[in-house]
């Protein structure tokens, strides 16, 4: 008996899986292993083989087959699935190869000569080829607008956050607006009253890197499914069988690098977690970036960065580093709240960070959508940095709009997620502690399992089954609501 | 202007060169870095991948292109890399596909029971499986046989080493056999006149590995395409772009990791300088088995256990473990020729090795042209063993006839790469001395120039460039002659 065009679609995402499974380990390696020599090659072999993955995507007998697919008698799990397989499908087809073509080049070379144009200064010599990046990101953002009846922007961000819309982030992040600044102000002036003993180094690298494995033990990582190494940028990378993930060490500091291994543990466990029958298929992946940092941000800032786990964790700190007046758990918890407002997003604190994210949105939303140009910039940057941080960019483009790599090769849309995904952690937490009202007791006497058993059942081994709305409701019994997000900072700063 | 059919072919091997990187990438990190729980998704990509490998080169249209391409104007150069895609493409495409899945599947069955047969000495559970490898083997090596001309063991050894023939091993082995035996018993009567001095561990893994890289910087290794990391089985895998090697260690011996970089090192600097230009091709790789043994054996058994090396890096020894009596350079060298016959072959001196590989290439090839069966193979084993090294392994399966992984799955024809291996290195060195009569002065004093400017002119930069035979010829002046082993061997253990 031959198979059916749904068995058929199926056989061919199982391959994609597979040549996918050889890229993210190429690429894992190539940011954590690979010398430098290795580079030309590697890169080579990884075209290669994307363009096998985008050419099997865009074969015309796929899209006979899918449409075949939806014809057939589907279970309402098959009929899921295949919605999610024609997201990845619309992902590689909805746009010409030429403008595909286009726009990697284009954006390829603005994010090359950025990391030296960057560092001079150079905001006329970016300008030079970001526009070009933001005439192809509008005709790409056009064309999708088109296709889907999302607007422009929504259109862009709809590959990262695939069922948000401007008039949700609007609401919400208008919300922020009004009581973010305040809240910032109230926090400094807290914290100008309190005594904060830095930690004294060198810490040996070693002892930071066996630290970072016992607290990966403690936040429930799956060693024989995953590894900790080293990166200059960290990141989580591998797949869901074998998670790679990485962090970066300095002497002189170990609580970045624990921090930030607690934060790609959370992405890791939602990877190691996705449902093992579907993992080779779209709807067996995760979510979306937001929700995917929802998790990162649930192990580092609702759990990691809590008076109770820093209790917790505080005399395995002692082991490796010794004794240290820096090292009560008050203390720790004073190193990792710190509100500072600065320049850079990725240095931010937890309470500053959402004022970087909304410029950004705010400024690539309007850009995108024909309001304002490439060469505006700047000023709207500096006015919004004023307004929101009270810091001045005046003139300083590599601080400034010219600090992320997101713009550079045209990933409009992106930024959004970082703040979303936090807003997500804040509404699980609140439901965690509806269900566990003693949810401090327990996290510092070490049981950490009322956490990561809700964020196993409601959303790490849901995966793409529901779309981020309906899983949200779920989870949580209602929308994404930014009350929590609120409620959880006053308690943390001000409190 | 349409492309000639020899360009048509070579975009197709370039192809194939970039998802066989990907392959090489995938191999490496399961052995040195995957966690076992990854090993699933790990195979299935891998054999994904290697199905589309196999795919590309059975493709019919493939087979019409090469035809095309071999009648059109080649330059020389372009005739010989032809030559070479040819020879890669008949390993793909003599034999038919069933006859491959069906050896395959049953050589991974009776390698995997092997694992455990071994342990338990079980040559009758081992036999059940065994004969249906052989019995596919032949099949393989009849239909090889009719298609090359060649014997049915030359056509499988043909595999690895193409071009060698049975009457040519026979003359080489044939004149070992006269003279090893009793060059063993006079080096072991020497021997047993002379104290040697054991190291005293332990020996720190970190200690080790840092040596462990001194050594090969010492050795010439290029740090910016590759790397040195640990395995269970030490093996040189990557791309000649980025090589990876790799050793294991142990706590109460350094002189066995040591001296196993020695001899991965020689696998890496062959593979990281064949020609940049045609590395992407077949004529652009190693030549052969035989021919990658010889670097590693000139590295290991030419070059590291010389007196002279030894002398030179044992300021080093001294560094990283301090002051030992068993760290003179005289005591080193004692160490790193000690002559004990002895059941196991990888564990085997330079001295007893070539026997152990003459027995199997014995057996191996009455096995396969059908003058034995497997049943036979214990008595035969025995037989042999107590006549070249005097070692009683009756009813001792698991340390005789089972000790090798080779024969398990069918990999019939590779053992004589080995001794070859070392043969190739002892002429090299014969040819290297006379071109320097101060060779050993030159190596204690840390010149290791002659040696690499040697190696690199005339074998690695030829990569495929010649056949096996004039390789040879084209480097030393003379066909592969066993005297030069003999003198070396003669030279270091007698002298």
Request: hydrophobic share 40%; with cysteine.
């Given at each position: 008996?031959?198979?059916?065009?749904?068995?058929?679609?199926?056989?061919?995402?199982?391959?994609?899986?597979?040549?996918?499974?050889?890229?993210?380990?190429?690429?894992?390696?190539?940011?954590?292993?690979?010398?430098?020599?290795?580079?030309?090659?590697?890169?080579?072999?990884?075209?290669?083989?994307?363009?096998?993955?985008?050419?099997?995507?865009?074969?015309?007998?796929?899209?006979?087959?899918?449409?075949?697919?939806?014809?057939?008698?589907?279970?309402?799990?098959?009929?899921?699935?295949?919605?999610?397989?024609?997201?990845?499908?619309?992902?590689?087809?909805?746009?010409?190869?030429?403008?595909?073509?286009?726009?990697?080049?284009?954006?390829?070379?603005?994010?090359?000569?950025?990391r030296?144009?960057?560092?001079?200064?150079?905001?006329?010599?970016?300008?030079?080829?970001?526009?070009?990046?933001?005439?192809?990101?509008?005709?790409?953002?056009?064309?999708?607008?088109?296709?889907?009846?999302?607007?422009?922007?929504?259109?862009?961000?709809?590959?990262?956050?695939?069922?948000?819309?401007?008039?949700?982030?609007?609401?919400?992040?208008?919300?922020?607006?009004?009581?973010?600044?305040?809240?910032?102000?109230?926090?400094?002036?807290?914290?100008?009253?309190?005594?904060?003993?830095?930690?004294?180094?060198?810490?040996?690298?070693?002892?930071?890197?066996?630290?970072?494995?016992?607290?990966m033990?403690?936040?429930?990582?799956?060693?024989d499914?995953?590894?900790?190494?080293?990166?200059h940028?960290?990141?989580?990378?591998?797949?869901?069988?074998?998670?790679?993930?990485?962090?970066?060490y300095?002497?002189?500091?170990?609580?970045?690098?624990?921090?930030?291994?607690?934060?790609?543990t959370?992405?890791?466990?939602?990877?190691?977690?996705?449902?093992?029958?579907?993992?080779?298929?779209?709807?067996?992946?995760?979510?979306?970036?937001?929700?995917?940092?929802?998790?990162?941000?649930?192990?580092?800032?609702?759990?990691?960065?809590?008076?109770?786990?820093?209790?917790?964790?505080?005399?395995?700190?002692?082991?490796?580093?010794?004794?240290?007046?820096?090292?009560?758990?008050?203390?720790?918890?004073?190193?990792?709240?710190?509100?500072?407002?600065?320049?850079?997003?990725?240095?931010?604190?937890?309470?500053?960070?959402?004022?970087?994210v909304?410029?950004?949105?705010?400024?690539?939303?309007?850009?995108?959508?024909?309001?304002?140009?490439?060469?505006d910039?700047?000023?709207?940057?500096?006015?919004?940095?004023?307004?929101?941080?009270?810091?001045?960019?005046?003139?300083?483009?590599?601080?400034?709009?010219?600090?992320?790599?997101?713009?550079?090769?045209?990933?409009?849309?992106?930024?959004?997620?970082?703040t979303?995904?936090?807003?997500?952690?804040?509404?699980?937490?609140?439901?965690?502690?509806?269900l566990?009202?003693?949810?401090?007791?327990?996290?510092?006497?070490?049981?950490?399992?009322?956490?990561?058993?809700?964020?196993?059942?409601?959303?790490?081994?849901?995966?793409?089954?529901?779309?981020?709305?309906?899983?949200?409701?779920?989870?949580?019994?209602?929308?994404?609501?930014?009350?929590y997000?609120?409620?959880?900072?006053?308690?943390?700063?001000?409190?």
């Amino acid at each position: 008996m031959s198979q059916t065009a749904y068995q058929t679609v199926l056989a061919i995402f199982t391959r994609i899986y597979r040549y996918e499974h050889l890229l993210a380990l190429a690429g894992w390696d190539q940011a954590a292993m690979m010398p430098a020599g290795g580079n030309d090659a590697r890169g080579a072999a990884m075209a290669e083989l994307g363009v096998l993955v985008h050419n099997t995507l865009t074969d015309p007998l796929l899209a006979v087959a899918m449409t075949a697919a939806a014809g057939e008698y589907l279970t309402d799990a098959e009929q899921v699935s295949l919605r999610e397989m024609k997201r990845q499908w619309e992902l590689a087809n909805l746009l010409p190869a030429s403008l595909v073509e286009a726009k990697t080049l284009a954006g390829s070379h603005c994010s090359h000569q950025w990391r030296t144009q960057r560092a001079n200064n150079d905001w006329d010599g970016f300008l030079a080829n970001f526009r070009e990046v933001v005439r192809l990101s509008r005709e790409e953002a056009q064309l999708l607008s088109e296709q889907t009846g999302l607007s422009p922007y929504e259109a862009l961000m709809n590959k990262y956050e695939p069922g948000m819309t401007c008039a949700e982030l609007d609401r919400i992040f208008g919300d922020v607006k009004q009581w973010l600044p305040g809240l910032i102000q109230q926090a400094m002036a807290k914290q100008a009253q309190e005594t904060l003993i830095p930690a004294q180094g060198p810490f040996a690298i070693a002892a930071q890197r066996e630290l970072g494995l016992e607290v990966m033990k403690l936040l429930g990582f799956d060693f024989d499914g995953g590894r900790l190494d080293v990166s200059h940028h960290p990141f989580c990378g591998g797949v869901p069988e074998d998670v790679r993930i990485t962090t970066r060490y300095t002497e002189d500091d170990f609580t970045q690098s624990m921090m930030g291994i607690v934060h790609e543990t959370g992405h890791a466990r939602y990877e190691q977690n996705l449902p093992r029958d579907t993992v080779h298929l779209p709807v067996g992946r995760a979510r979306s970036m937001a929700i995917h940092e929802s998790q990162s941000l649930s192990f580092e800032m609702q759990l990691g960065r809590s008076p109770a786990f820093l209790a917790l964790i505080q005399p395995l700190v002692q082991q490796y580093f010794g004794a240290q007046a820096a090292f009560s758990a008050d203390n720790l918890a004073k190193i990792y709240t710190r509100v500072k407002p600065d320049y850079i997003r990725v240095d931010a604190d937890e309470l500053t960070y959402p004022a970087h994210v909304i410029l950004r949105y705010e400024i690539e939303r309007a850009l995108i959508n024909g309001e304002i140009e490439a060469d505006d910039i700047p000023a709207l940057w500096d006015e919004k940095m004023q307004a929101y941080l009270g810091v001045d960019t005046k003139d300083n483009f590599k601080n400034g709009c010219m600090q992320d790599i997101h713009w550079t090769d045209g990933s409009f849309g992106y930024f959004p997620s970082y703040t979303l995904g936090a807003m997500y952690a804040a509404q699980y937490f609140a439901m965690i502690r509806k269900l566990h009202p003693d949810l401090d007791q327990q996290i510092a006497a070490g049981n950490l399992a009322p956490i990561f058993d809700w964020l196993k059942a409601n959303i790490w081994t849901q995966a793409s089954r529901w779309d981020t709305g309906e899983l949200i409701v779920r989870a949580t019994g209602e929308a994404l609501n930014p009350v929590y997000f609120k409620q959880h900072l006053e308690q943390r700063y001000l409190a």
